[in-house]
């Protein structure tokens, strides 16, 4: 592996973001962290569009590679870490964790309408910044006219309670699916070996409660028991870990074998 930093951008409470932290953790690899700010769009600067073209976190630099896509960014680390492998050897276990990773993304969709509704907009509005000050906020970071359109909405309308109700509903039919599989006891979702699957869903399902639905574990037990042996494994807790207010810039992991 090259001597070089690895250096990750990533946002306050992301979950996409906490994949690849656990996936550093787990991996015994150590990374410089640049927390960048969503709710002044900072993900959409010109220099970071250049990292990743999607405007979103994460993204990962090493060396000459610059790598955007949690799921991508947790193969790469993968390949460069230390212990067990996270992506199964063999092909048909393989294959079902990429399915894991594509479920989850499908429903990544509702589940960023319903921050949008709640958490988002709280966070904007906990920023203390005005409506007045917002068109110079924002057009620090990116010229686009459609992020400044979606920052004054977020701060200007209320939450859309029928839009909200919608998408949870989307989202507890999608989490059925995964309570079926988890019916025949596996610990993990591809069985008994921890994968990149676990790691797709944990830090999504753990956001919940932003969404206002904080029952997940009485809904849906065997997601409960999921939960809770992944909150049990070493690299949960430090993953959650939010650098101090104000702080741009931390470290993860000892990078020690
Ligand atoms: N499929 C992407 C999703 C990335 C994503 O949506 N990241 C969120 C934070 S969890 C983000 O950057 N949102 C800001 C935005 O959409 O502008 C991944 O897994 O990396």
């Known amino acids: 592996m090259s001597d070089a930093p690895l250096i990750l951008y990533d946002a306050l409470n992301s979950p996409a973001g906490r994949r690849v932290r656990i996936t550093l953790l787990e991996k015994n690899l150590r990374a410089e962290v640049h927390w960048l700010n969503l709710a002044l769009m900072e993900q959409k600067r010109p220099d970071f569009l250049r990292i990743n073209p999607n405007g979103t976190v994460p993204a990962l630099c090493h060396a000459d590679e610059t790598i955007f896509e949690s799921a991508v960014i947790c193969e790469y680390l993968d390949s460069i870490g230390t212990g067990p492998c996270l992506v199964p050897q063999d092909r048909r276990l393989e294959r079902r964790m990429r399915e894991w990773i594509a479920y989850e993304q499908e429903w ?4 960023r309408e319903a921050i949008y509704e709640t958490y988002a ?30 920052a004054q909405s977020l701060l200007a309308r209320g939450t859309d309670h029928a839009a909200l ?4 509903a989307i989202l507890m039919e999608r989490l059925g699916w995964m309570e079926e599989q988890l019916a025949d006891g596996r610990p993990w979702l591809l069985g008994d070996a921890f994968s990149l699957a676990d790691i797709a869903l944990a830090p999504r399902i753990e956001m919940f409660p932003f969404i206002g639905v904080t029952d997940i574990a009485e809904c849906f037990p065997r997601i409960g028991r999921f939960m809770s042996r992944m909150r049990a494994r070493p690299s949960w807790e430090p993953s959650g870990q939010m650098p101090a207010p104000g702080v741009r810039q931390t470290f993860i992991g000892t990078g020690d074998p």
């Open 121 to 150: 907009r709280e966070r904007l509005r906990g920023s203390g910044i005005t409506a007045e000050e917002l068109p110079a906020r924002i057009g620090a970071n990116t010229l686009n006219p459609a992020w400044l359109h979606l």
């Open 165 to 168: 109700a919608d998408r949870v």
């Open 108 to 111: 990544a969709r509702p589940f």
